[in-house]
């Protein structure tokens, strides 16, 4: 395979830095626009090469990844052409696939992705929509590759990845509520860092509503700050964050 990166930021990098990891011998050819980037990955994988255009990348790949901001897919876009046989995998946010379509012919294949950086490490899941041998070979080397039926679906998975940086928000305020108690700062992070990470993989066979009710023993701890936060809105300020998010992916695609 020879895969090409329109786009050298972090994605990117943890795409390729988790297919080294799967030991994988494709060729490998990244953008020069993040020139810091692009360099350090051809520094530390020796099947990676940078491009000196973002033409030369689609030149020289079978498959092509779009790793651009959505605010200036369209400028990079209208200066590449495509070929008939490129199997073409947009990482952009909230641009369809109708508005791909158009703008990469005559390319034909096209499938939208949510790679995230977890995928470094050979651990992410990757929504897909819809699915291609290529993409799904790619995803599941990284991973796990879940295959979607619907746009609509997908954007709700798009919009559910909106949570990431909330999730730290969280570990940094029990770590540091922990510090205010006169627990040392790594031994707080470690110690926060191994619970989320035991809750993450608790019970794989049980719903959510099941675990949090296993974990909240009536009049115990866990019951009680359920309780204070309950009132306070947070768990439903969450919600309306992901309504607005996901208003916001379907408007933009609009």
């Keep these: 395979m020879k895969l090409g990166f329109v786009g050298t930021g972090t994605i990117t990098a943890a795409i390729v830095d988790g297919l080294a990891a799967a030991g994988t011998d494709a060729s490998i050819i990244v953008s020069p626009r993040n020139a810091e980037t692009a360099a350090a990955l051809a520094a530390h994988h020796c099947n990676v090469r940078v ?10 790949s079978d498959v092509v990844m779009l790793a651009v901001r959505p605010q200036i897919v369209d400028e990079v876009l209208r200066q590449l052409r495509f070929r008939p046989d490129h199997q073409v995998v947009s990482l952009v946010a909230a641009i369809p696939l109708d ?5 990469i012919r005559p390319a034909t294949q096209v499938s939208r992705a949510i790679p995230l950086p977890s995928v470094a490490r050979r651990q992410g899941p990757t929504v ?6 290529g993409a799904r070979a790619i995803f599941d080397a990284l991973g796990t590759a879940i295959p979607i039926e619907s746009e609509s679906a997908f954007d709700a998975f798009s919009a559910a990845t909106a949570v990431m940086a909330s999730h730290f928000a969280f570990a940094r305020t029990v770590g540091g509520w922990m510090e205010r108690q006169g627990i040392a700062p790594e031994a707080a ?5 191994q619970m989320l990470l035991g809750l993450a993989t608790a019970a794989p066979d049980r719903s959510f509503e099941q675990l949090a009710e ?3 023993t009536p009049g115990g701890l866990n019951e009680q700050v359920v309780r204070a936060i309950a009132p306070a809105g947070t768990i439903d300020t969450l919600e309306a964050a992901l309504d607005a998010v996901l208003a916001r992916i379907r408007n933009a695609a609009g």
């Design 51 to 60: 491009a000196s255009s973002n033409q030369q990348v689609l030149d020289e």
């Design 99 to 103: 508005h791909l379509r158009r703008a």
């Design 128 to 133: 897909l929509h819809p699915e291609t041998n």
């Design 189 to 193: 992070r470690s110690f926060v860092r």
């Design 214 to 216: 296993e974990h909240q």
